[in-house]
């Protein structure tokens, strides 16, 4: 029985792979959120890791309101990094690997081509500054590391792009979505099964652990206006959308206007197979709570 210590469970990460548990027999879970550990909490978390003794860490514990994170720099800073390199570094004196969930938002969105990792990386907001420190910390203090980014996630749990308009579409008869960001969204369930299968392949010897960055989204590529279109016409929403430009939409974050990532490295090494995210889009609204 392999163990695997998951934080942030209640966020939409932790939630998809608390779902999905069950199907990976071989594994025994342990889910917490702030109320049974604080990861800003160096002693707790030795604690807590020398109590479970896992052999993963899954961290999916993070400061995600982006517009926020501007004027909440000092707790962004405190969740995003500081605690990562509190899990990091009790995770490297115990042997435990840790699985550390990171952003596109580490880029600056300006580039020609999908991101890979080894890219240059120019986050232009606190929330992007933020996460790549904690990335910095996380290599630092423990060598047997994934760190995993993703982009425009969205699940059945928490608050999401996905539920938010189709609350929209049902109250209003017309909205303006951007239509010069382009990015991929990612059903935050198969990021789930995604990280469980690569514990997993590890485990059972079919893969090695090859420690470093990744890029995880789903397939394909969209407009936030192509994936309100995709919503309402899946969801059976009559809504009109209208594409707007992102100067016509104020906000006090620098979004990446292209934040595409490459995800050939996590497909070749650990075997993956990716979904479409239309394909994924449909799922969701088939499996929804």
Not at 146 to 163: D, E, M, P, Q
Request: with cysteine; net charge negative; aromatic share 10%.
């Amino acid at each position: 029985m392999i163990k695997v210590l998951v934080t942030g469970a209640n966020g939409q990460l932790g939630s998809e792979i608390s779902k999905i548990a069950g199907q990976f027999p071989e594994m025994e879970f342990s889910f917490t959120d702030v109320a049974e550990l604080d990861i800003t909490n160096s002693e707790k978390v030795a604690e807590f890791l020398n109590y479970f003794k896992p052999e993963y860490l899954v961290n999916c514990a993070a400061y995600t309101n982006v517009d926020k994170a501007e004027t909440d720099v000092a707790l962004a800073t405190l969740l995003n990094a500081t605690a990562v390199g509190i899990l990091a570094e009790q995770t490297a004196k115990t042997g435990c690997r840790i699985i550390h969930i990171s952003t596109d938002y580490v880029f600056n969105g300006q580039g020609p081509r999908p991101y890979k990792e080894d890219d240059q990386v120019d986050p232009q907001s606190a929330y992007g500054v933020t996460k790549l420190e904690g990335e910095v910390l996380c290599r630092k203090f423990n060598p047997e590391n994934l760190i995993i980014r993703t982009s425009w996630l969205y699940s059945a749990f928490g608050n999401n792009f996905v539920k938010t308009m189709v609350r929209l579409g049902n109250e209003k008869p017309e909205i303006g979505v951007i239509t010069d960001q382009i990015g991929t969204p990612t059903n935050a369930a198969d990021l789930a099964l995604a990280i469980l299968t690569i514990i997993s392949s590890v485990n059972s010897g079919k893969k090695p652990f090859v420690s470093g960055t990744y890029h995880y989204s789903n397939e394909g590529v969209a407009s936030w206006y192509d994936f309100t279109k995709a919503i309402f016409e899946i969801a059976g929403i009559n809504c009109l959308v209208k594409p707007i430009a992102s100067e016509d939409y104020p906000s006090p974050v620098q979004r990446p206007p292209y934040s595409i990532m490459n995800k050939s490295k996590i497909k070749l090494i650990f075997g993956l197979q990716i979904p479409h995210w239309r394909d994924s889009l449909n799922e969701y609204f088939k499996h929804k709570i």
